[in-house]
T-cell receptor
Protein backbone atom coordinates (compact mmCIF):
# COMPACT_ATOMS: atom_id res chain seq x y z
CA UNK A 1 0.00 0.00 0.00
CA UNK A 2 0.89 3.66 -0.13
CA UNK A 3 3.56 4.90 2.28
CA UNK A 4 3.40 8.36 3.89
CA UNK A 5 6.56 9.73 5.45
CA UNK A 6 6.77 12.96 7.40
CA UNK A 7 9.90 14.83 8.33
CA UNK A 8 11.33 15.89 10.62
CA UNK A 9 9.79 13.68 13.33
CA UNK A 10 10.52 16.29 16.00
CA UNK A 11 11.18 20.01 15.80
CA UNK A 12 11.98 22.61 18.46
CA UNK A 13 11.75 26.27 17.51
CA UNK A 14 12.24 29.58 19.20
CA UNK A 15 9.18 31.78 19.02
CA UNK A 16 9.29 33.88 15.87
CA UNK A 17 11.24 31.36 13.80
CA UNK A 18 10.06 29.89 10.49
CA UNK A 19 9.86 26.19 9.65
CA UNK A 20 9.05 23.76 6.84
CA UNK A 21 7.44 20.38 7.39
CA UNK A 22 7.54 17.78 4.64
CA UNK A 23 5.23 14.94 3.62
CA UNK A 24 6.35 12.38 1.03
CA UNK A 25 3.97 9.80 -0.38
CA UNK A 26 4.76 6.80 -2.52
CA UNK A 27 1.82 6.78 -4.96
CA UNK A 28 -0.54 9.20 -6.66
CA UNK A 29 -3.32 10.64 -4.49
CA UNK A 30 -6.58 12.46 -5.07
CA UNK A 31 -6.81 13.98 -1.62
CA UNK A 32 -4.21 15.42 0.75
CA UNK A 33 -4.91 17.14 4.04
CA UNK A 34 -2.76 18.77 6.72
CA UNK A 35 -3.97 18.69 10.33
CA UNK A 36 -2.74 20.19 13.57
CA UNK A 37 -3.37 18.13 16.70
CA UNK A 38 -3.38 20.45 19.68
CA UNK A 39 -2.28 19.41 23.20
CA UNK A 40 -5.87 18.43 24.05
CA UNK A 41 -5.98 15.99 21.15
CA UNK A 42 -8.29 17.90 18.83
CA UNK A 43 -7.44 17.50 15.14
CA UNK A 44 -7.81 20.85 13.41
CA UNK A 45 -8.06 21.04 9.63
CA UNK A 46 -5.33 23.25 8.22
CA UNK A 47 -5.42 22.63 4.47
CA UNK A 48 -7.13 20.45 1.93
CA UNK A 49 -4.52 20.56 -0.83
CA UNK A 50 -4.29 17.70 -3.36
CA UNK A 51 -2.26 20.04 -5.58
CA UNK A 52 -1.10 23.64 -5.80
CA UNK A 53 -0.46 26.25 -3.12
CA UNK A 54 -2.69 27.71 -0.44
CA UNK A 55 -2.15 30.25 2.29
CA UNK A 56 -3.98 30.94 5.53
CA UNK A 57 -2.40 33.63 7.68
CA UNK A 58 1.03 32.55 8.85
CA UNK A 59 0.59 29.08 7.38
CA UNK A 60 0.90 28.02 3.79
CA UNK A 61 1.10 24.68 2.00
CA UNK A 62 2.29 23.45 -1.35
CA UNK A 63 1.63 20.06 -2.91
CA UNK A 64 3.54 18.90 -5.99
CA UNK A 65 1.47 15.87 -6.90
CA UNK A 66 3.67 14.82 -9.83
CA UNK A 67 6.67 14.59 -7.50
CA UNK A 68 4.65 13.12 -4.62
CA UNK A 69 5.35 15.54 -1.83
CA UNK A 70 3.71 18.31 0.14
CA UNK A 71 5.23 21.06 2.27
CA UNK A 72 3.71 22.96 5.17
CA UNK A 73 5.29 26.32 5.98
CA UNK A 74 4.91 27.97 9.36
CA UNK A 75 6.16 31.54 9.57
CA UNK A 76 6.73 33.63 12.70
CA UNK A 77 5.93 30.65 14.91
CA UNK A 78 4.01 31.13 18.16
CA UNK A 79 3.78 28.94 21.26
CA UNK A 80 0.21 28.07 20.27
CA UNK A 81 1.60 26.40 17.14
CA UNK A 82 2.97 23.60 19.34
CA UNK A 83 1.49 20.17 18.83
CA UNK A 84 1.61 17.44 16.22
CA UNK A 85 1.19 18.08 12.51
CA UNK A 86 -0.23 15.24 10.43
CA UNK A 87 -0.31 14.77 6.72
CA UNK A 88 -3.10 12.48 5.46
CA UNK A 89 -3.54 11.21 1.91
CA UNK A 90 -6.22 9.36 0.02
CA UNK A 91 -4.79 7.35 -2.86
CA UNK A 92 -8.18 6.48 -4.26
CA UNK A 93 -11.10 4.47 -3.01
CA UNK A 94 -12.14 5.07 0.55
CA UNK A 95 -9.15 4.84 2.85
CA UNK A 96 -7.21 7.79 4.23
CA UNK A 97 -3.61 7.08 5.24
CA UNK A 98 -2.00 9.18 7.95
CA UNK A 99 1.68 9.87 8.38
CA UNK A 100 3.33 9.44 11.77
CA UNK A 101 3.35 13.20 12.34
CA UNK A 102 5.86 15.95 13.13
CA UNK A 103 5.98 16.97 16.79
CA UNK A 104 6.56 20.71 17.07
CA UNK A 105 7.47 22.57 20.25
CA UNK A 106 7.75 26.35 20.12
CA UNK A 107 9.68 27.92 23.00
CA UNK A 108 8.75 31.35 24.35
CA UNK B 1 -22.94 25.64 14.62
CA UNK B 2 -22.10 22.58 12.52
CA UNK B 3 -19.68 19.99 13.71
CA UNK B 4 -18.95 16.62 15.26
CA UNK B 5 -19.50 15.88 18.93
CA UNK B 6 -18.13 12.94 20.89
CA UNK B 7 -19.03 11.83 24.36
CA UNK B 8 -17.88 11.24 26.93
CA UNK B 9 -14.59 13.12 26.87
CA UNK B 10 -13.02 10.68 29.37
CA UNK B 11 -14.13 7.12 30.05
CA UNK B 12 -12.88 4.59 32.54
CA UNK B 13 -13.71 0.93 32.15
CA UNK B 14 -13.07 -2.14 34.21
CA UNK B 15 -11.66 -5.18 32.47
CA UNK B 16 -14.41 -7.38 31.04
CA UNK B 17 -16.89 -4.55 30.49
CA UNK B 18 -18.26 -3.34 27.19
CA UNK B 19 -18.44 0.44 26.70
CA UNK B 20 -20.03 2.55 23.99
CA UNK B 21 -18.56 5.79 22.65
CA UNK B 22 -20.93 8.30 21.09
CA UNK B 23 -20.34 10.22 17.86
CA UNK B 24 -22.86 12.66 16.39
CA UNK B 25 -22.53 14.99 13.39
CA UNK B 26 -24.82 17.70 12.02
CA UNK B 27 -22.83 18.34 8.85
CA UNK B 28 -25.18 16.22 6.71
CA UNK B 29 -22.24 13.99 5.80
CA UNK B 30 -22.84 10.50 4.43
CA UNK B 31 -19.50 8.97 5.47
CA UNK B 32 -18.32 8.46 9.04
CA UNK B 33 -15.20 6.90 10.52
CA UNK B 34 -13.67 5.72 13.79
CA UNK B 35 -9.94 5.95 14.42
CA UNK B 36 -7.76 4.85 17.30
CA UNK B 37 -4.64 6.76 18.37
CA UNK B 38 -2.06 5.35 20.78
CA UNK B 39 0.41 7.67 22.57
CA UNK B 40 2.96 9.15 20.19
CA UNK B 41 1.44 7.38 17.21
CA UNK B 42 -0.61 8.23 14.16
CA UNK B 43 -4.25 7.28 13.52
CA UNK B 44 -5.47 3.80 12.64
CA UNK B 45 -8.86 3.08 11.08
CA UNK B 46 -11.23 0.89 13.10
CA UNK B 47 -14.52 1.05 11.16
CA UNK B 48 -16.08 3.22 8.49
CA UNK B 49 -19.56 3.75 7.13
CA UNK B 50 -20.52 4.98 3.67
CA UNK B 51 -24.22 5.39 4.35
CA UNK B 52 -26.97 4.52 6.82
CA UNK B 53 -27.21 0.80 7.64
CA UNK B 54 -23.86 0.10 6.01
CA UNK B 55 -20.44 -0.18 7.64
CA UNK B 56 -17.16 -1.94 6.97
CA UNK B 57 -14.16 -3.07 8.99
CA UNK B 58 -11.00 -1.03 8.87
CA UNK B 59 -7.48 -2.14 9.74
CA UNK B 60 -7.99 -2.90 13.44
CA UNK B 61 -11.68 -3.89 13.86
CA UNK B 62 -11.15 -6.88 16.15
CA UNK B 63 -12.79 -6.30 19.54
CA UNK B 64 -14.93 -3.38 18.29
CA UNK B 65 -18.44 -3.08 16.90
CA UNK B 66 -20.47 -0.23 15.38
CA UNK B 67 -23.95 0.61 14.15
CA UNK B 68 -25.27 3.22 11.76
CA UNK B 69 -29.03 3.48 12.24
CA UNK B 70 -29.16 7.23 11.64
CA UNK B 71 -27.18 9.43 9.29
CA UNK B 72 -26.10 11.65 12.17
CA UNK B 73 -24.90 8.94 14.55
CA UNK B 74 -22.13 6.33 14.48
CA UNK B 75 -21.55 4.84 17.95
CA UNK B 76 -18.56 2.60 18.65
CA UNK B 77 -18.68 -0.24 21.19
CA UNK B 78 -15.42 -1.42 22.68
CA UNK B 79 -16.03 -4.99 23.74
CA UNK B 80 -14.28 -7.13 26.33
CA UNK B 81 -12.64 -8.97 23.42
CA UNK B 82 -10.45 -5.95 22.71
CA UNK B 83 -7.14 -6.91 24.32
CA UNK B 84 -5.68 -3.43 24.83
CA UNK B 85 -8.44 -0.83 24.62
CA UNK B 86 -6.73 2.04 26.45
CA UNK B 87 -6.31 4.70 23.77
CA UNK B 88 -7.64 7.95 22.33
CA UNK B 89 -10.62 7.43 20.01
CA UNK B 90 -11.47 9.89 17.25
CA UNK B 91 -14.60 10.04 15.14
CA UNK B 92 -14.60 11.74 11.74
CA UNK B 93 -16.96 12.42 8.86
CA UNK B 94 -16.81 13.49 5.23
CA UNK B 95 -19.36 14.37 2.58
CA UNK B 96 -18.84 11.02 0.86
CA UNK B 97 -16.62 7.97 1.26
CA UNK B 98 -15.08 7.85 -2.19
CA UNK B 99 -13.51 10.83 -3.85
CA UNK B 100 -11.57 13.90 -2.80
CA UNK B 101 -13.61 15.03 0.19
CA UNK B 102 -12.22 16.66 3.28
CA UNK B 103 -12.47 14.79 6.59
CA UNK B 104 -13.47 16.57 9.77
CA UNK B 105 -12.84 15.28 13.29
CA UNK B 106 -14.58 15.34 16.63
CA UNK B 107 -12.75 16.23 19.87
CA UNK B 108 -12.11 12.60 20.84
CA UNK B 109 -12.72 10.26 23.78
CA UNK B 110 -9.91 9.05 26.04
CA UNK B 111 -10.63 5.50 27.21
CA UNK B 112 -8.71 4.02 30.12
CA UNK B 113 -9.09 0.43 31.27
CA UNK B 114 -8.52 0.02 34.99
Amino acid sequence: GIQVEQSPPDLILQEGANSTLRCNFSDSVNNLQWFHQNPWGQLINLFYIPSGTKQNGRLSATTVATERYSLLYISSSQTTDSGVYFCAVKPGGFKTIFGAGTRLFVKA
Amino acid sequence: DGGITQSPKYLFRKEGQNVTLSCEQNLNHDAMYWYRQDPGQGLRLIYYSQIVNDFQKGDIAEGYSVSREKKESFPLTVTSAQKNPTAFYLCASSLALVGGYEQFFGPGTRLTVL
